[in-house]
């Protein structure tokens, strides 16, 4: 964030607990596993809802063609060839915002807010389970990093990679994981 002088972030970042912050986004990811399942097999008869929790939403598309922007503490889309702009918590400490998308070809992009799967000061887990998606974006995504965990898990599809800074499983003091299982995949960042 821009408020944040290296001096600031060599001084609090030498007081983060890696096992603390991998350890919490272990136990998210496996719970998040566990209904993965029943999530792929259900994902046909998926009830689209949006829904206030507090200040942040929870959100469930169907499979139709979705846009997608704003803050969500869980947003989990059936399929579709869907567009997310900006999807993520403004970053805030202990922010976690979880994405899974089940299905499509999708296009991803980011500039005001961190991107898919970043944990800035909190946890981000983006998981994307089919399709080739095109990922484009500002600083922070794809599972980065900063005084936070992030992962960003896409399980299939020939995907593009491309972004700023600190993207792509970069982690500056934190815990920053880009994993792409399969595919005809191309990566390209500037830093």
Known sequence: PHWMTRAVLHEVGARVDR?????GLL???????????D??????????FDKKVGDRRVRVAGQGDDSHSGDYLLL???GGSDRYENVGPMPAYATVSVVIDLDGDDVVQWDSVPGPGAGVLGTGLWIDVAG?????????GNGSALLGAGLHWDMQGNDSYSGNAGVQGAG????GILLDSEGDDSYLAYL
Request: hydrophobic share 40%; net charge positive.
């Open 132 to 140: 080739n998606d095109r990922y484009r974006g500002g600083k922070y």
């Open 172 to 175: 500056n003091y934190g815990l």
């Open 27 to 37: 136990e998210l990811l496996a719970t998040v596993e566990a209904v993965l399942p």
């Open 19 to 23: 096992q603390v912050l991998a350890t």
């Open 39 to 48: 999530l792929r097999n259900c994902r046909h008869r998926i009830q689209a």
């Open 76 to 78: 989990i889309d059936a």
